[in-house]
């Protein structure tokens, strides 16, 4: 399940990356200016998650996995109300507020599966590592979709 997660986050924060890189060159300051808040925001959920990612372990509680998972919901809120706080250029502001209510729906998968794992039936638990996994391709391919508009638009 956190491996599953783990694996998007680095697919986000490799295309957020890429984001930053095809902004950089257009000479315009708002939109280059607009593409290192993207990237600072993302830099700092990676290393927020990259922090988290030794707590999950093979002999780790039930209980610590959920401390863990509420870890990553704030590490995903931080970023969510920073992002909230960007400006972003003429024209972005649809794909922006897109963009923030995407990267929260990964809060949303990880809260409503940290209550869902509180379960002592082992079957219980194996269907909210599932759910969580789709949620969390689900809310990927949006955000995806969004980042490729955005790169688009940055282009223009």
Do not use: W
Not at 4 to 13: F, G, I, K, N
Not at 76 to 98: A, C, E, I, N, Y
């Amino acid at each position: 399940m956190v491996a599953a997660m783990r694996a998007r986050a680095a697919l986000v924060l490799t295309l957020l990356l890429a984001l930053a890189a095809a902004g950089c060159g257009a000479g315009n300051g708002e939109r280059n200016d607009y593409v290192k808040a993207l990237n600072t925001a993302q830099t700092g959920l990676a290393q927020r998650f990259e922090s988290l990612q030794t707590r999950i372990t093979p002999t780790s509680t039930p209980a610590q996995d959920a401390k863990t998972l509420q870890a990553y919901e704030a590490a995903v809120r931080s970023t969510v109300h920073g992002l909230r706080g960007v400006d972003p250029p003429d024209g972005f502001d649809d794909l922006h507020r897109r963009f923030v209510d995407q990267v929260a729906q990964y809060g949303v998968a990880l809260r409503q599966a940290r209550g869902q794992l509180r379960s002592d039936d082992p079957q219980a638990i194996l269907a909210a590592q599932g759910r969580l996994r789709s949620a969390i391709g689900r809310v990927g391919e949006r955000l995806n979709a969004t980042i490729r508009a955005i790169n688009t638009k940055i282009k223009e």
